[in-house]
């Protein structure tokens, strides 16, 4: 099938963009990379009068330490983030380039990957997606600019449920912000699908950086937003393997999810406990 017929529009500044998609007539979308939105204009999902295509603008595509955070352009495509082009800005956390590099290389396929961009990606809030699960284990801020200006959302309030975030009408995520996370930093992330390039059925992400009192462990994959293991994490901190028993893991994910099957429920233990390996390994 081919999409309704629509206006398309690529503005070149920040500024522009918003005005257009708070002046244009009838109903106005932004356009990320498209690699979600695309196959929904194919199929009529979406029916927009003017397409605001967000993919070209200076503004969301720079990363650099500002104000004891990295910061990240939206704009930024899931390849450039796996080809290391975020690394010069990350220099002082190699842990964490590495931890980006390796969750922009396990989002899809490659011809996805080279389309689809960091900010699309969030906003389109799918519960299964990579950069969901992986900013909320960073502890990442997101920020916003619309007809009111700027604003900045802590990520763990910025998806309220399965495709529905904070992003009001009008709004443009123009960039990703994370602590500066440091050397010692240590990582895993951990995903089951069916086949490479499918959606995850279960996932899981831990961050650890001691300097920092980091401990932060989150799975995903569920039919809302991403869900904390704190006390899990804490845990495992504290004790290492041994606090990785197969009944705490157990108990972190009833809480956290209790009306789950026992099929499911096994899924998520099997990445729970493989994520929390491969941090503890690295330590």
Known sequence: MKPAPFTYLRPQSLA????????????VKPLGGGQSLGPMLNLRLVRPDLLIDLSRMDETHTAEVRNDAFCIGGSFTHAEIEDGTLDKALEASPALAAMLRHVAGTIAHRAVRNRGTLAGSLCHADPAADWVLAMTALDARLHCTGPRGPRTIPMVEFMSGAFTTAIEE??????????????AMRWGYTKFCRKTGDFAKASCAVVFDAPRGVARAVIGALDGPPALLAGLAAEVARRGLAGL???????????????????????????????????????
């Open 16 to 27: 522009d963009a918003v005005h257009l998609l708070n002046t244009g007539e009838g109903i």
């Open 245 to 283: 028993s197969a009944q705490a893991i157990h108990d972190a994910i009833a809480s956290a999810v209790p009306e789950e099957d026992a099929a499911d429920r096994q899924l998520r233990a099997t990445v729970v406990k493989r994520c929390f390996e491969q941090v503890l390994r690295a330590s």
């Open 170 to 183: 009008g709004e443009v995520l123009t960039e990703v912000s994370l602590p500066c996370y440091s050397p």
